[in-house]
Structure formats: C-alpha cells, structure tokens
C-alpha cells in the first residue's frame, strides 16, 4: 500500500470543509492516525492481544469502521480459534478500496471486508467486536441503538473494545487534556496552522463524551463491565464485557 505524508492542512485554506473520509484522507491516514492519536500504536497491538484471548471457534470477530484495516491485521495476526473470521466494515469506499488491495487472501483467518454503514450491519454469533474510534463520528442519538446491536449478537462471555477520544466534565480537566493533546500533534511535526484547521474540520464531525456517559450507556444495553484499560491525554480505549 502507497502511503503518503499528512499534510493536508498544511496551507492556509479559504474556507474549511467538514472532515470526510474520502480518496485524500486515506493516501495519507496511517500517517495522520499514528501522528494524531496518542498511543494509537499500542492500542491495535493490544486489539490483537485480545482477540487472541476472546476470540472463540465457529465465530465472528467485527472491526466496525476499520479504515485501512490496521485493527483487522492486528487480530488476524493473533486468533488461532479454529474456523473463526473477520468481517471488517466502513462506509467509505476511498477506505475500504484500499484495504482490499492491501489484504493478503493466504494469511490465515478469513476476512470479509464490507463497504457499509455499521449501523446496517447485523451482528451475528460475535465473540469480539472492535470500535477503534468510530463511534465518535456516529450521531450520538443513534449510538445506543449501535451498542445494542452489538451487544445482541455478542456470545456469552464477548468483548466489545471501544476506543474514543473523550471529553470531561471538569472544566481544568478539559482545557488541561486539549492543550496537552495539541502539544503531542505539535511534538509529531504538525504545525499551528495544521492542528487548528484539522480542529475546525473536526467540529460536529468527531463529538466526544466523557467516559461515565459512554459506562453509563455500555451498562443500560446490557453489558455486565466496562473499563478504560489504555488512557493517553484524552484518548482511551475501553474494555465492555457480556
């Protein structure tokens, strides 16, 4: 896969479009993601660690919103459940056409690679479902319906990985975790320019919560335990258990 350098807000722009993920986004998004996200690395390591552990036989393991498929890649390299399968899904073509050119046929578990959106896509006979900072771009009025589904069609002893970026009640808090998230972008090579325009195309794109909104929600579909396990500024991941 050619990969390419973020630098799509490097030039000041006239007037800013809302962030989509179209043919732009995805020359450039490994490098955006790895650039932009704090511990983003580690955290599809360990995506890959726990479908290791969670993934059982004859089931389904979801990657809903899975870009490029770094989160898929991740748990394939680790599942050894026998006849076990990926279906890894998102709603941009620009995405999911290059993960598809990118995905080797012969490198053990069966992948199924959908261009849709996640919340169409019926959750069947799952042991793992990742949602590596996807439910942020779903409205939130619809999110609760999203983790039901999910959680209906986990097994009995599944596990959902959420990743979001978070919000925070306290008002220190939420300036402290900003300034320091815009910190790390800068230490990355991004310049003032670049992270402000990217915040202005973010805006009522990416909509944030705080984690006690996201436990709370975890717990009314169902889910008997939902924990961050990973935190990086305002960047975490969280582990819900069926």
């Known amino acids: 896969m050619q990969l390419g350098k973020d630098s799509l807000y490097a030039n000041p722009l006239g007037e800013i479009a809302a962030f989509n993920f179209d043919d732009k986004v995805a020359e450039v998004?490994?490098?955006m993601i790895r650039r932009s996200v704090?511990?983003?690395?580690?955290?599809i390591s360990a995506i890959g660690l726990l479908a290791g552990r969670f993934a059982s036989a004859d089931s389904v393991c979801y990657d809903l919103g899975c870009s490029l498929g770094a989160a898929t890649i991740a748990m394939r390299r680790e599942i050894s459940a026998k006849n076990c399968r990926i279906v890894a899904v998102d709603n941009s073509p620009a995405m999911v056409?290059?993960?598809?050119?990118?995905?080797r046929p012969d490198a053990g578990v069966a992948v199924d690679v959908q261009c849709a959106d996640i919340r169409d896509v019926p959750i069947l006979n799952a042991s793992v479902v990742v949602l590596n900072f996807t439910l942020q771009f779903i409205p939130?009025?619809?999110?609760?319906?999203?983790l039901a589904n999910i959680y209906?069609?986990?097994?009995?002893?599944?596990?959902l990985?959420?990743?979001e970026k978070l919000a925070f009640d306290d008002a220190r808090?939420?300036?402290l975790q900003t300034d320091m998230h815009h910190l790390f972008k800068k230490a990355q090579g991004y310049s003032e320019l670049e992270v402000s325009q990217k915040r202005a195309a973010l805006e009522n794109v990416l909509i944030?919560?705080?984690f006690a909104v996201h436990r709370q929600r975890l717990t009314a579909v169902g889910f008997s335990s939902a924990e961050i396990w990973f935190q990086y500024f305002n960047f975490a991941s969280i582990i819900a258990l069926k």
């Open 161 to 163: 990985i959420l990743s």
């Open 38 to 43: 704090p511990g983003y690395s580690a955290i």
């Open 208 to 210: 944030p919560e705080t």
């Open 173 to 175: 808090q939420q300036a």
């Open 97 to 103: 056409g290059r993960f598809r050119e990118s995905l």
């Open 152 to 159: 209906q069609g986990l097994l009995p002893g599944g596990i």
């Open 140 to 146: 939130p009025a619809d999110r609760a319906g999203l």
């Open 29 to 31: 998004f490994p490098d």
